[in-house]
């Protein structure tokens, strides 16, 4: 079975510019989660989706938003970069989204905002 | 509201000794807890995972925690260390309601030295 994966690994920007960032999740799993992860702050909850309905959300600026197509991919969109988005970004699926399902993640999309 | 607190940042240790790393979460619900290691440029996997029942958990690679819900910890431990248990460790905790969210304490760095 494949993994969860994210695409793409790495990516470079500017300032000002937006990005988006895509996770395929584990076949079968309907619950997709987005985390940042930085230095400073740890890992971050973004968002989750569940059957193309953002269910839970971070507590994020709306620059960041994100969705979820019915094949259960998702995609996060971060518009006008900061300096401070760059961060590795991760995305973990899991079956049903229960507290209980174990969460199986992406090895991250690395963002450098230049 | 749920949060979790890992007590080292980083934890040097010599390989073939035991390792303990300490998380005390904070949560006014059930929980459910989980270890995850992350090794360099990769993304998170699941070590082990408290749901009910038993509150020794045993976990892969020779990892094992135990839930005590009196002192609310739920530290890691491992009898002897090898030098490729070299990681990132972070503990979370489950966010409440029907979700897949977790909630991640900062990390402890285990470093194994030769």
């Known amino acids: 079975k494949a993994g969860v994966t994210q695409t793409p690994r790495y990516l470079i920007k500017t300032r000002g510019q937006q990005v988006t960032l895509s996770c395929s999740p584990i076949?079968?799993?309907?619950?997709v989660s987005w985390y940042q992860q930085t230095p400073g702050q740890g890992l971050q909850f973004l968002f989750e989706?569940?059957?193309?309905?953002?269910?839970n959300k971070g507590n994020f600026p709306g620059r960041f938003s994100g969705r979820q197509f019915s094949n259960s991919r998702s995609e996060m969109n971060v518009s006008t970069l900061e300096l401070g988005d760059s961060a590795l970004y991760l995305c973990?699926?899991?079956?049903?989204?229960?507290?209980?399902?174990?969460?199986?993640f992406g090895p991250g999309t690395r963002l450098t905002v230049l | 509201a749920q949060s979790v607190t890992q007590l080292d940042s980083q934890v040097p240790v010599f390989e073939e000794a035991p390792v303990e790393l300490r998380c005390n979460y904070s949560?006014?619900?059930?929980?459910?807890l989980f270890w995850y290691v992350q090794y360099p440029n990769q993304g998170l996997q699941l070590l082990l995972k408290?749901?009910?029942?038993?509150?020794l958990v045993k976990g892969i690679n020779g990892f094992e925690a135990e839930f005590n819900k009196s002192q609310t910890s739920f530290h890691l431990r491992k009898p002897s260390v090898h030098i490729s248990d070299t990681a990132e460790y972070f503990c979370a905790v489950s966010g409440s309601g029907n979700t897949g969210k977790l909630i991640f304490g900062q990390g402890t760095t285990l470093q194994v030295k030769p």
């Open positions: 949560s006014s619900v059930s929980v459910y």
């Open positions: 973990a699926s899991s079956r049903l989204g229960n507290q209980n399902n174990e969460q199986f």
């Open positions: 408290y749901l009910s029942g038993s509150t």
């Open positions: 076949s079968g799993h309907r619950s």
């Open positions: 989706y569940f059957s193309e309905t953002q269910r």
